[in-house]
């Protein structure tokens, strides 16, 4: 009864975790180690202990949702954290949801109500289509960094209009056009996989949560380092909005191959940006419009070839993240010369 009461305070999924654990074989991982063991023995335990906390977390915020689905759908939901006392305690306290879920904003699949879950449980993202465009990847790095949530999923819907939209096709209007391209990609693929036509918009509509997935893996490396170090698990799900039931998908089938792609696509975007910029820097361009003088007419023995080269290193290892490369102004060739009077009086420089 204690812990029930107490994950009515402090989040029904931090109960259930507790649950799991006092059961759980983990303590074994904080005992003594035994006599003879090596020096380093209870370090090799601690990676493992972590390992496996962090997926009953996982696990136990997945199972929230599911069990809270189950409610909705049998008609026995339990509304919990809906009073006035919840309400004040995450006023007071702040928000400490247990899942970050992208979701498509069609009015017929609330994401709170379907799966019966309340004040400050879950991070909803919704967007037409449930699409990963930069400022919704930005709002999922916020939901999986700064508020930890161990859980991203990723959920479509049966009947989605951007997906039939995206399928039918037909003349847009306003901002449509660009919300729709980010569906086509997975529209593509499911007429190839589709049996029959009439399954091309079901199967658009879970291949869209695939698509969507790549997308946020390929556009964050916030996300793809949550992913690695086993603090975030991404499942893609699909809601019948008839049912209401969720059809889970599991996480992405080919998930490593994704983060290993996405690496290499960051760090060649991040080089290309930097010599891009290299290039157009306005002062090497005047110093090749000139014969390599700045702008007092002196030499600049930093235009020559060989002193040139010197700064490739500087910039390869300016890289790596991506998100330390920033652009630099350029920085006067002889700072030294440009406070210099224009005639210098005699006597000695102090």
Same mark, same amino acid.
């Given at each position: 009864?204690?812990?029930?009461?107490?994950?009515?305070?402090?989040?029904?999924?931090?109960?259930?975790?507790?649950?799991?654990?006092?059961?759980?074989?983990?303590?074994?991982?904080?005992?003594?180690?035994?006599?003879?063991?090596?020096?380093?023995?209870?370090?090799?335990?601690?990676?493992?202990?972590?390992?496996?906390?962090?997926?009953?977390?996982?696990?136990?915020?997945?199972?929230?949702?599911?069990?809270?689905?189950?409610?909705?759908?049998?008609?026995?939901?339990?509304?919990?954290?809906?009073?006035?006392?919840?309400?004040?305690?995450?006023?007071?306290?702040?928000?400490?949801?247990?899942?970050?879920?992208?979701?498509?904003?069609?009015?017929?699949?609330?994401?709170?109500?379907?799966?019966?879950?309340?004040?400050?449980?879950?991070?909803? %993202?919704?967007?037409?289509?449930?699409?990963?465009?930069?400022?919704?990847?930005?709002?999922?790095?916020?939901? %999986?960094?700064?508020?930890?949530?161990?859980?991203?999923?990723?959920?479509?819907?049966?009947?989605?209009?951007?997906?039939?939209?995206?399928?039918?096709?037909?003349?847009?209007?306003?901002?449509?056009?660009?919300?729709?391209?980010?569906?086509?990609?997975?529209?593509?693929?499911?007429?190839?996989?589709?049996?029959?036509?009439?399954?091309?918009?079901?199967?658009?509509?879970?291949?869209?949560?695939?698509?969507?997935?790549?997308?946020?893996?390929?556009?964050?490396?916030? %996300?793809?380092?949550?992913?690695?170090?086993?603090?975030?698990?991404?499942?893609?799900?699909?809601?019948?909005?008839?049912?209401?039931?969720?059809?889970?998908?599991?996480?992405?089938?080919?998930?490593?191959?994704?983060?290993?792609?996405?690496?290499?696509?960051?760090?060649?975007?991040?080089?290309?940006?930097?010599?891009?910029?290299?290039?157009?820097?306005?002062?090497?361009?005047?110093?090749?419009?000139?014969?390599?003088?700045?702008?007092?007419?002196?030499?600049?023995?930093?235009?020559?070839?060989?002193?040139?080269?010197?700064?490739?290193?500087?910039?390869?290892?300016?890289?790596?993240?991506?998100?330390?490369?920033?652009?630099?102004?350029?920085?006067?060739?002889?700072?030294?010369?440009?406070?210099?009077?224009?005639?210098?009086?005699?006597?000695?420089?102090?």
């Amino acid at each position: 009864m204690k812990t029930v009461c107490k994950a009515q305070w402090t989040g029904a999924w931090l109960g259930s975790l507790l649950l799991i654990t006092s059961h759980s074989p983990l303590r074994a991982d904080h005992a003594t180690p035994p006599a003879g063991s090596p020096p380093d023995s209870a370090a090799v335990h601690a990676p493992k202990a972590v390992d496996q906390i962090q997926a009953l977390i996982r696990e136990a915020s997945l199972a929230l949702l599911k069990e809270g689905n189950g409610r909705f759908v049998a008609g026995q939901p339990r509304h919990p954290n809906q009073d006035a006392s919840r309400r004040s305690l995450t006023v007071s306290e702040g928000q400490k949801p247990f899942a970050t879920i992208l979701a498509c904003s069609d009015s017929r699949s609330p994401v709170e109500t379907l799966f019966d879950r309340g004040v400050g449980e879950l991070f909803v %993202v919704r967007v037409a289509g449930n699409v990963a465009d930069e400022t919704q990847v930005a709002t999922i790095e916020y939901g %999986v960094e700064h508020l930890g949530t161990p859980l991203l999923v990723v959920l479509g819907h049966s009947g989605c209009g951007a997906v039939s939209a995206a399928c039918k096709g037909g003349e847009l209007h306003g901002h449509l056009p660009a919300l729709i391209s980010r569906i086509q990609p997975a529209v593509a693929k499911a007429r190839a996989a589709a049996a029959t036509p009439d399954r091309v918009i079901p199967t658009a509509i879970q291949a869209n949560v695939w698509q969507q997935i790549e997308e946020i893996y390929f556009q964050s490396s916030i %996300v793809r380092e949550k992913v690695r170090e086993g603090a975030l698990q991404i499942v893609g799900g699909v809601y019948d909005l008839e049912k209401g039931t969720v059809n889970w998908l599991g996480a992405h089938p080919n998930q490593e191959a994704l983060l290993s792609q996405a690496d290499a696509a960051e760090r060649e975007s991040a080089l290309s940006a930097a010599l891009k910029a290299r290039a157009e820097s306005p002062a090497r361009s005047a110093g090749g419009a000139d014969g390599g003088t700045d702008a007092h007419g002196h030499g600049d023995a930093s235009q020559t070839p060989a002193q040139g080269t010197q700064h490739e290193p500087d910039l390869l290892r300016s890289l790596l993240p991506i998100r330390e490369v920033k652009a630099r102004s350029p920085q006067p060739e002889h700072p030294a010369e440009e406070h210099q009077p224009e005639h210098p009086s005699p006597g000695p420089h102090h």
